[in-house]
């Protein structure tokens, strides 16, 4: 009877973490655009729209990995988490590497606005934050441990 309860007090503070954390993500998000509108520099809205989302993920993938025992899956992490974090993290690292090499008058690569509109959601910065601790926790064998104890 303890254990059925102590999942859902689990899942409850797990709620309550998730509330927390978006508080303090919406705190952050203002006192950064504050910041940007009295100085005139982006670049740490760009890394937080990039940051954030894959926090969270790694905060959503809590609620799939059951042991803590490191179980590296290749294929998972390769190719799901690698490119959704070169796609999320493509345009701060791009966007701060020329703002301190070179001039910003001086600029003239093409920029990838199509990189930007597929961020804009932050939903790839998500995925690789879940797969990412999936991919190194992972769940694959405690399904099948599931599967042979219905049997």
């Known amino acids: 009877m303890r254990l059925k309860w102590s999942k859902f007090v689990l899942m409850g503070i797990w709620v ?3 509330f927390g ?6 705190h952050l998000e203002l006192t950064i655009k504050q910041k940007a ?10 890394w937080f729209y990039a940051t954030v989302p894959f926090l969270f993920g790694i905060y959503i993938s809590l609620l799939f990995v059951k042991g803590w025992s490191f179980k ?8 799901v988490t690698v490119p959704c974090l070169i796609i999320s993290f493509y345009s701060p690292v791009v966007y701060t590497i020329v703002a301190n090499t070179t001039f ?3 600029f003239n690569g093409p920029a990838p606005f199509w990189l930007l509109k597929i961020n804009s959601f932050g939903i790839a910065a998500i995925v690789a934050g879940l797969t990412f601790t999936v991919g190194l926790f992972g769940i694959k064998q405690q399904i099948k441990d599931g599967l042979k104890k219905d049997r």
Do not use: K, Q, R
């Open 104 to 106: 910003a008058s001086s």
């Open 16 to 18: 309550v973490g998730l």
């Open 37 to 46: 509108d009295e100085t005139f520099n982006i670049l740490p809205l760009f």
């Open 21 to 26: 954390l978006l508080l303090i993500g919406y």
């Open 72 to 79: 590296f899956n290749p294929p998972l992490f390769l190719c």
